[in-house]
Nanobody, 120 residues
Framework: QVQLVESGGGLVQAGGSLRLSCAAS????????IGWFRQAPGKEREAVAA???????NHADSVKARFTISRDNAKNTVYLQMNSLKPEDTAVYYC??????????????WGQGTQVTVSS
């Protein structure tokens, strides 16, 4: 079973940037679709971005033009570059395998999450 480990979260002021990383324990990550999700306190988990094994991308409307998903197959890692952060971006961010690029849903497995807090 592949394991995913997220990192890169933290506290940042509104307008700032963070880059999240999702490192996989196995090399086959290059042949699967991967996505980023987030869950804020009291809210349902929502999809943020997805990238296919071939590099096709999809981003949620709420983050388009601000967030960019990318992957480095040589490093078994997927990234989420987050710019122009807003307080409403505050959430625990998760990565997941088995991502459907069109529906923005994932079957898993999931990482443990990394906290992003944006102060106003």
């Amino acid at each position: 079973q592949v394991q995913l480990v997220e990192s890169g979260g933290g506290l940042v002021q509104a307008g700032g940037s963070l880059r999240l990383s999702c490192a996989a324990s196995r090399r086959f990550i290059s042949s699967v679709n991967i996505g980023w999700f987030r869950q804020a306190p009291g809210k349902e988990r929502e999809a943020v971005a997805a990238i296919s094994w071939s590099g096709a991308r999809n981003h949620a409307d709420s983050v388009k033009a601000r967030f960019t998903i990318s992957r480095d197959n040589a490093k078994n890692t997927v990234y989420l570059q987050m710019n122009s952060l807003k307080p409403e971006d505050t959430a625990v961010y998760y990565c997941a395998l088995g991502m459907n690029i069109a529906t923005m849903t994932a079957s898993g497995p999931w990482g443990q999450g990394t906290q992003v807090t944006v102060s106003s």
